[in-house]
């Protein structure tokens, strides 16, 4: 994998501005950033778990349910290994911010890849993006297995990207690898393994010899999870993250319909700004079967939708609703828009409707966090959906300022909410 990315006399003033947004990560680290509410409350738990690894692997490994922590616990592991070497815990910190550095990194190479008659600044000008996003950060500064879970699936939409530009199997069998891994530092991206396989398949045929191959490394790589959490009974994925949930109320698919609202409102948040300069282009969103579309699944999930303000959670439109109104009523406004205009971008693409469906039920638990699409939604966005994209208007008339400032305010007001959103 080729890491030299950009030539450096061209690009003095990126490499000036990534330096930065580096330095800004530095403050953040020594002023305890906590942008997405929950990761300093739960670093605790993940010290004692780490410290609990480093001493008694075993009998931390076989009783990891009983620590109410639903998160996985492989990068625990890798980090109890630093704590074996006598690391303090501010140094196993730092370390892990630096490797957290590899998301950025792996996604300009995705971009590169894609976008590869496209301006370099361009693709550097997404890459900064990251920065500004309040789960990398914060995840970034206090050790939690979802970013890592990210870092390894973008890695894996690198080896499907290479796959798709050259047809190598190998980078097909890179990419089952790489996604495995990132499943097991988080499980929700597992889903995704659907949309590969099914990509493979379209080149090579259902009954090839190569596909035989995949699966067959799937159920390979998937047996120690299935092994550990259904034969051991070690299931930690049925803890409830939401504050006051009661623990015999059901945790998986509550209510699919919650999902879909949320989920909608959530992934248009990230699409405003693209919509707003017209870098993406959409068509036929006024057309009368998919206004259609999007009134059935809107109403229905309307009428059914009960998702609890006090659970926390919702995304950021669900709680302005709620914060500054007190009901779900601009909620359910941009809820109708989201769905219209997703609706409109997808129809005409299965794998777009695919990735959409996966994206929803990549989140199956009753609590919708905002974080967990951050910068998930962006970097799955630019990389392996299929819009109509011009994005030399990135940098016509300066929009890349009005996209930076839009997402640099998302960041300011994830650290507001910590005081006004209580």
């Known amino acids: 994998m080729n890491l030299i990315f950009f030539n450096k006399s061209d690009h003095r003033?990126?490499?000036?501005?990534?330096?930065?947004?580096?330095?800004?990560?530095?403050?953040?680290f020594i002023l305890g950033e906590n942008s997405t509410g929950g990761?300093?409350?739960?670093?605790?738990?993940?010290?004692?778990?780490?410290?609990?690894?480093?001493?008694?692997?075993?009998?931390?490994?076989?009783?990891?349910?009983?620590?109410?922590?639903?998160?996985?616990?492989?990068?625990?592991?890798?980090?109890?290994?630093?704590?074996?070497?006598?690391?303090?815990?501010?140094?196993?910190?730092?370390?892990?911010?630096?490797?957290?550095?590899?998301?950025?990194?792996?996604?300009?190479?995705?971009?590169?890849?894609?976008?590869?008659?496209?301006?370099?600044?361009?693709?550097?000008?997404?890459?900064?993006?990251?920065?500004?996003?309040?789960?990398?950060?914060?995840?970034?500064?206090?050790?939690?297995?979802?970013?890592?879970?990210?870092?390894?699936?973008?890695?894996?939409?690198?080896?499907?990207?290479?796959?798709?530009?050259?047809?190598?199997?190998?980078?097909?069998?890179?990419?089952?690898?790489?996604?495995?891994?990132?499943?097991?530092?988080?499980?929700?991206?597992?889903?995704?393994?659907?949309?590969?396989?099914?990509?493979?398949?379209l080149y090579y045929g259902f009954f090839s010899r190569q596909i035989l191959y995949l699966v067959i490394i799937n159920l390979l790589l998937a047996f120690p999870a299935f092994y550990y959490i259904f034969i051991l009974d070690v299931n930690f994925l049925l803890k409830s993250a939401a504050i006051g949930i009661g623990e015999s109320e059901k945790i998986i698919f509550n209510n699919i319909f919650n999902d879909i609202l949320l989920t909608f409102s959530i992934v248009f948040f990230y699409l405003v700004p693209f919509i707003f300069l017209k870098i993406i282009k959409i068509n036929n969103v006024l057309d009368i079967k998919n206004i259609l579309i999007s009134l059935i699944i809107f109403l229905i999930c309307v009428l059914n939708f009960n998702y609890n303000y006090s659970y926390s959670g919702g995304g950021i439109f669900f709680k302005l609703s709620n914060y500054f109104f007190n009901n779900n009523y601009l909620f359910y406004f941009i809820s109708f828009f989201s769905i219209l205009m997703i609706c409109s971008l997808i129809s005409k693409k299965y794998l777009n409707i695919l990735l959409l469906v996966?994206?929803?039920?990549?989140?199956?638990?009753?609590?919708?966090?905002?974080?967990?699409?951050?910068?998930?939604?962006?970097?799955?966005?630019?990389?392996?959906?299929?819009?109509?994209?011009?994005?030399?208007?990135?940098?016509?008339?300066?929009n890349y300022l009005l996209i930076f400032a839009y997402f640099f305010v998302f960041l300011i007001i994830s650290n507001l909410k910590l005081i006004l959103l209580v």
């Open 358 to 398: 996966l994206i929803i039920l990549n989140n199956p638990q009753y609590t919708i966090y905002h974080k967990y699409f951050d910068p998930f939604i962006l970097i799955a966005f630019l990389t392996i959906f299929s819009f109509n994209l011009d994005l030399k208007k990135v940098y016509y008339k300066k």
């Open 13 to 28: 003033k990126e490499y000036f501005f990534f330096f930065c947004l580096y330095l800004t990560l530095l403050l953040s």
């Open 39 to 201: 990761a300093k409350i739960d670093y605790p738990v993940n010290k004692e778990l780490i410290f609990n690894f480093s001493e008694n692997f075993s009998a931390t490994l076989l009783s990891y349910n009983e620590y109410n922590h639903r998160h996985s616990p492989v990068l625990l592991i890798c980090l109890s290994l630093l704590k074996k070497l006598n690391f303090n815990f501010e140094i196993i910190r730092l370390i892990h911010l630096h490797i957290s550095l590899l998301l950025p990194i792996f996604f300009f190479l995705c971009l590169r890849i894609k976008y590869y008659n496209h301006d370099t600044k361009i693709l550097l000008f997404f890459t900064i993006l990251v920065f500004l996003s309040p789960t990398f950060r914060t995840l970034a500064i206090w050790p939690d297995s979802r970013l890592f879970g990210l870092i390894f699936f973008t890695l894996s939409i690198y080896y499907f990207l290479k796959f798709d530009e050259s047809k190598n199997f190998k980078f097909a069998i890179y990419n089952v690898f790489v996604l495995a891994f990132s499943a097991y530092l988080s499980p929700n991206f597992s889903v995704f393994s659907i949309f590969f396989l099914i990509n493979f398949i």
